[in-house]
């Protein structure tokens, strides 16, 4: 195996910009081999790996993302479910099918986001880019590092199969000094979109939104590419912040057979959101959690249309006027969840509800069981347009009663949904 250093090709801890250098190294990697990030601190813009080729940042060793826009080429690309313009990405793969490749090692990936944010947002030229972006790739690994910073999602991976994330740190909304990005809205740690055969263990994500979320493109252009999200596997995670391991909103090329397993949620407003709404179309179907746990006690983020409590399983996702009583047509774009199961789950919240369930009057929510599970929340839970709901050795503490959902404080506007 032939190793590439970047130095080699005149990349240096100097606090300049040396795109070029670096995507040289990446260039001339030969098949098999590895591109080496050593100890320091380098300076780059967006740049793009290749086929059979591994990038290992070495401890100590950060690609930090430079500040300037310039250096992100405006490009299309996919943008919550959809195809956009927008900022290339800091790590990123072309279009074209890739197989093998390999992020991995003891240093950090950093988007620079707290100032990119701003500036993307600022020119909105285009959509905002992420750390790391990787599309229609067939075997990729990410163990080890750490990714932080994003100005948008922080790992984002579509269209590819037989994925392992390994041992991986996220931290979506703080650079390497431990600064926040105030301003940060819609930073996911790791986005699964489209994908197949995947699985995220041993991962530690600290999240300003979703910390994993499962998802399956948007509306009519999910439907017209229609790949699913299939055979996800979550297990030994840790998840600080943000809202847990969310299934959905955009679910429109399908979502089925998702286990999560073996993991602890702190400070986090949900362990599992399951959510559609209307115009998505396609189904969210043999979804599991099992043996996780949950302790908040954050009460700085209120519930929401967004955001309901520790399990919510929402087919009214973000809409601010929806009326449970009222049924539409159904058609291919109603969206369908069924066959949920949550075993030995604890969770103690001090807002939202235990359990959320809202279903469409046209296609209720089919086959909830909960088993072993113990909830404690401000209120025990709600159930609406639902069907073959089981609890068994299963207690939901809180205020007692369905409190209307109208009567609730959900639609409070938030940014960008």
């Not at 041993?202 to 439907?223: M, P, T, W, Y």
Request: net charge negative; charged share 25%; proline share 3%.
């Amino acid at each position: 195996m032939d190793d590439v250093i970047i130095t080699d090709f005149g990349a240096r801890d100097d606090g300049h910009v040396h795109t070029r250098e670096i995507q040289n190294a990446i260039d001339l990697c030969p098949a098999g081999g590895v591109v080496i990030v050593p100890a320091g601190t380098y300076l780059t813009g967006a740049l793009e790996l290749k086929s059979d080729m591994t990038l290992r940042i070495e401890k100590n060793g950060c690609l930090l993302g430079s500040p300037d826009t310039a250096d992100y080429p405006i490009r299309q690309d996919h943008h919550e479910g959809r195809e956009q313009l927008c900022y290339s990405s800091l790590i990123s793969t072309g279009p074209a099918p890739h197989r093998n490749i390999t992020i991995e090692g003891e240093g950090c990936i950093d988007a620079n986001g707290r100032l990119l944010f701003q500036r993307e947002i600022r020119e909105g030229r285009a959509k905002r880019g992420k750390a790391i972006s990787v599309r229609n790739t067939s075997g990729l690994t990410i163990r080890g590092i750490t990714v932080r910073n994003a100005a948008f999602w922080c790992v984002h991976i579509l269209y590819c199969r037989n994925v392992l994330i390994d041992g991986v740190s996220v931290h979506t909304a703080y650079d390497s000094e431990g600064r926040k990005n105030p301003l940060l809205y819609n930073g996911d740690g790791i986005d699964l979109e489209c994908c197949q055969d995947a699985v995220v263990e041993n991962c530690l994500i600290e999240s300003q939104d979703d910390c994993l979320a499962v998802k399956s493109g948007r509306d009519a252009d999910g439907r017209r590419i229609g790949i699913p999200s299939v055979r996800i596997r979550v297990r030994n995670c840790r998840f600080r912040h943000g809202f847990g391991v969310a299934v959905g909103s955009e679910i429109s090329g399908g979502i089925r057979d998702v286990e999560v397993s073996g993991c602890e949620f702190s400070d986090s407003f949900s362990i599992a959101s399951v959510k559609c709404r209307r115009g998505r179309g396609n189904a969210i179907r043999d979804i599991s959690f099992r043996n996780c746990t949950l302790a908040n006690t954050d009460r700085s983020i209120r519930p929401t249309r967004w955001f309901k409590g520790i399990l919510y399983i929402d087919c009214s996702y973000g809409e601010g006027d929806f009326d449970p009583d009222v049924a539409m047509p159904a058609d291919e774009t109603t969206p369908e969840i069924r066959d949920l199961s949550f075993e030995s789950i604890e969770g103690v919240s001090s807002v939202g509800y235990g359990l959320y369930v809202c279903g469409l009057k046209e296609m209720p929510v089919r086959g909830v069981t909960l088993k072993n599970v113990r909830l404690k929340a401000e209120y025990d839970s709600y159930i609406v347009n639902a069907e073959d709901v089981c609890l068994e050795n299963t207690v939901l503490e809180g205020k007692t009663g369905n409190i209307p959902y109208r009567d609730q404080v959900w639609f409070r506007e938030m940014k960008d949904g």
